[in-house]
């Protein structure tokens, strides 16, 4: 299988995740924002995506990829990329704000 087409999918949505991550860990704290940039962050991605990119779709069509395989390995993909990121976002929280939440 060639995982070429799904990594670049989700480099396309990387930045709709990223920002649903950010504003969820501003909002609910580092804990929330994680699991929000995990789970909430690639449904909006796919939003953005069918809002900004819908013609791009037909690329993934082609290459005989459904929403669907997309959805699910953009998901797999979420997880295995966000546990380092969440780590390290929770070092830097620790150490400059002493706890994990803003407020």
């Known amino acids: 299988m060639n995982l070429r087409p799904y990594w670049q999918f989700y480099?396309?949505?990387f930045p709709f995740i990223v920002t649903?991550?950010?504003?969820?860990?501003?909002?609910?704290?580092?804990?929330?924002?994680?699991f929000l940039f995990c789970t909430l962050g690639v449904v909006m991605g796919f939003i953005?995506?069918?809002?900004?990119?819908?013609?791009?779709?037909y690329t993934y069509y082609n290459l005989g990829i459904t929403k669907r395989k997309l959805f699910k390995t953009s998901f797999i993909i979420?997880?295995?990329?966000?546990?380092?990121?969440?780590?390290?976002?929770l070092a830097?929280?620790?150490?400059?704000?002493?706890?994990?939440?803003?407020?």
Do not use: D, H, Q, R
């Open 11 to 13: 480099k396309t949505i």
């Open 20 to 34: 649903v991550g950010l504003v969820s860990v501003g909002v609910f704290g580092v804990y929330w924002g994680y």
């Open 48 to 57: 953005g995506f069918n809002n900004f990119k819908k013609n791009e779709y």
């Open 78 to 89: 979420n997880l295995l990329v966000g546990l380092p990121i969440f780590l390290v976002f």
């Open 92 to 103: 830097l929280f620790l150490v400059i704000f002493g706890k994990t939440s803003i407020i």
